[in-house]
T-cell receptor, first 113, second 110 residues
Framework: DTGVSQNPRHKITKRGQNVTFRCDPI?????LYWYRQTLGQGPEFLTY????????KSRLLSDRFSAERPKGSFSTLEIQRTEQGDSAMYLC???????????FGPGTRLTVL | TQLLEQSPQFLSIQEGENLTVYCNSS?????LQWYRQEPGEGPVLLVT?????EVKKLKRLTFQFGDARKDSSLHITAAQPGDTGLYLC??????????FGTGTRLQVFP
């Protein structure tokens, strides 16, 4: 297993465009988390899944954001009508249901022009 | 709301010096994790401490969990330039999502 992977690593888009990011967790992990990190800050929780069920969403996740994990494996995070304030590093992490240790992917750096 | 505060926020030292980073909260955590993050990359898990008073060592890094499980410290002995990075503590809330500390940015000069 090569760990958590995320694609793309970098995305530059114009304001108003839609973007989609993908996360592939560690294969035996049934929990998947999305976080957002801005420069100089620690990551902030966005949402998490246990298998295919989305169990919690942060108030940070406006209605322009949607996340899915249709088969309980990979997940996608879509941002519609991007705004400059969406520019950040989007991090994905996974864990199993028995331990609180979360392993992070390399992140997707989003820049909205 | 559970919060984790780290100090110092920034640390700039010479190679060979020792340093300690602190992670404090007014809330009890079931465990605390320490991560190191390099620019443009995701956080990498260093250690998890679970038991109050627990001490874990990872080469030149020593991690301690407070007796009351409200605080933790990371001590680095004889820092090296490769230790440079953002150090983050994090603990799970009651729904297991991680609450992250404010981070300590360490720069070690050769």
């Amino acid at each position: 297993d090569t760990g958590v992977s995320q694609n793309p690593r970098h995305k530059i888009t114009k304001r108003g465009q839609n973007v989609t990011f993908r996360c592939d967790p560690i294969s035996e992990h049934n929990r998947l988390y999305w976080y957002r990190q801005t420069l100089g800050q620690g990551p902030e929780f966005l949402t998490y899944f246990q298998n295919e069920a989305q169990l919690e969403k942060s108030r940070l996740l406006s209605d322009r954001f949607s996340a899915e994990r249709p088969k309980g494996s990979f997940s996608t995070l879509e941002i519609q009508r991007t705004e400059q304030g969406d520019s950040a590093m989007y991090l994905c992490a996974s864990s199993d249901a028995w331990h609180n240790e979360q392993f992070f992917g390399p992140g997707t750096r989003l820049t909205v022009l | 709301t559970q919060l984790l505060e780290q100090s110092p926020q920034f640390l700039s030292i010479q190679e060979g010096e020792n340093l300690t980073v602190y992670c404090n909260s007014s809330s009890v955590f079931s465990s605390l994790q320490w991560y190191r993050q390099e620019p443009g990359e995701g956080p990498v898990l260093l250690v998890t401490v679970v038991t109050g008073g627990e001490v874990k060592k990872l080469k030149r890094l020593t991690f301690q969990f407070g007796d009351a499980r409200k605080d933790s410290s990371l001590h680095i002995t004889a820092a090296q330039p490769g230790d440079t990075g953002l150090y983050l503590c994090a603990g799970p809330d009651n729904t297991d999502k991680l609450i992250f500390g404010t981070g300590t940015r360490l720069q070690v000069f050769p």
